[in-house]
């Protein structure tokens, strides 16, 4: 059975323990779906190339795809969240190495690309329960407007566009990537996008 058919509640153990969890997670003990679209899967791919060419030469830690699974929310036992991009430094990694299952402290960057079918308020959820964990650098990218909003604990909001350049001081050292390298090359104005081939 599909596990969104299911309508008991779950704890995080039994959340862990599904065959079939791969793009869910767990709200407060009920399941929700993820939705990330092609785009949105092809951006977080860029982020995470850009991320790994700082991180993995100087070993500072490691960088996670949207499954894995972070339940270090104050007060939440049973929410278990996937942001879409992790960063965690290697030094808070127990024994150096990252958890097999559930991750039960914050990552250092937590990144959110926002796909077609993400509503508003559940993406400002997101950033508010990450705020709450005391995540110390949030990045929201939008493929819409091809900007990245960057929340930081003190309240700090940036907005980049795409000519600025997106940091991670001082979590990731020296990381520096243009806005625009985030997202799939822009369809150039003079060329219309082309049509589907016609049929015989």
Not at 46 to 64: D, E, K, N, S, T
Not at 91 to 97: A, E, K, Q
Request: glycine share 6%; charged share 25%; proline share 11%.
């Amino acid at each position: 059975m599909n596990v969104l058919a299911r309508p008991l509640r779950l704890t995080a153990e039994e959340f862990e323990a599904l065959a079939d969890g791969k793009g869910l997670e767990l709200i407060d003990g009920r399941v929700r779906a993820k939705y990330m679209g092609s785009e949105s899967a092809t951006i977080n791919a860029l982020i995470v190339h850009h991320l790994l060419l700082v991180v993995r030469p100087a070993r500072l830690g490691v960088v996670l795809d949207s499954e894995g699974m972070y339940r270090c929310f104050p007060n939440r036992p049973d929410r278990i969240r996937k942001p879409d991009v992790t960063f965690i430094q290697q030094d808070r990694l127990p024994g150096g190495r990252v958890p097999k299952g559930i991750i039960p402290f914050r990552p250092d960057i937590a990144v959110e690309v926002v796909s077609p079918k993400d509503l508003y308020d559940q993406v400002d959820e997101k950033v508010v329960d990450y705020l709450a964990a005391g995540v110390p650098l949030i990045w929201v990218v939008s493929p819409a407007t091809r900007t990245v909003l960057v929340y930081q604990p003190d309240g700090a909001v940036r907005r980049l566009t795409e000519p600025d350049a997106l940091t991670a001081d001082p979590v990731i050292p020296g990381f520096r990537v243009t806005v625009a390298d985030l997202f799939p090359y822009p369809l150039d104005p003079a060329e219309p996008e082309s049509e589907p081939a016609a049929g015989p």
